[in-house]
């Protein structure tokens, strides 16, 4: 039997989809575009065609630490889910990381799930700061960051800039803001981020390469 790794990539995500919006209380389609700004940026930043692989599994990864059983039971429990409550949430980092730790990935990608939320700044939960905290985990919080907190309709891109420039240098580096910027320029990135459809999208550029 042939196991297609990006099909069932792809399947996961549908699923962490459904945890996500029932905890988190996010948009459907919320890990796939997180993938597909991250890829955008990784790929503005001259990330390998490896590291742009991984990236896009660990973008669609990145929540699955919400999915644990005790930690969802717990905060389905409440009375009221505070998003920020949840999304601060230590526990989901270290779950999130442990759960992928055997995840054929290409390059070495250890950490870059628990590290998920640190913040350009140090103000993160494990306090680390700058370049400390590795690339693919700056590009996937900096996406998850944008995606949780903008409307991505192209009218609004002159309020998803003033976003970004607040929170400069304070949760995510001026590199990470500057790509975006560039990127945010080409109209197609405002259709595709928008297309109920963008796993299609995203499987296209998510090819196996090893
Ligand atoms: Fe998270
Ligand atoms: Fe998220």
Known sequence: M?????????????????????????????????????????????????????????????DNGVSEKNL????????????NEVEVAKKHCIIGEENIINYPFLTDVKNIIKYHH????????????????????????????MEMNNNFKSDKKEEIISFIKERENVSFSHKISRAFIEIARDEKFWININNESINNIIKKKHQVIA
């Open 118 to 145: 640190e913040k350009y700044d140090g103000s993160g939960f494990f306090k680390l700061k700058g370049d400390e905290i590795p690339i693919m985990a700056q590009i996937i919080q900096f996406a998850n960051d």
């Open 72 to 83: 969802y039971n717990n905060l389905m429990c409440k009375e009221e889910i505070n998003l």
């Open 2 to 62: 042939l196991f297609n790794l990006n099909e069932f990539l792809m399947s996961v995500s549908f699923a962490l989809d459904f945890v996500e919006m029932d905890v988190l209380g996010v948009p459907s389609n919320h890990g796939k575009r997180v993938a597909y700004i991250a890829l955008k940026v990784g790929q503005y930043l001259g990330l390998s065609s490896k590291e742009l692989h991984d990236i896009v599994s660990l973008a669609i990864l990145h």
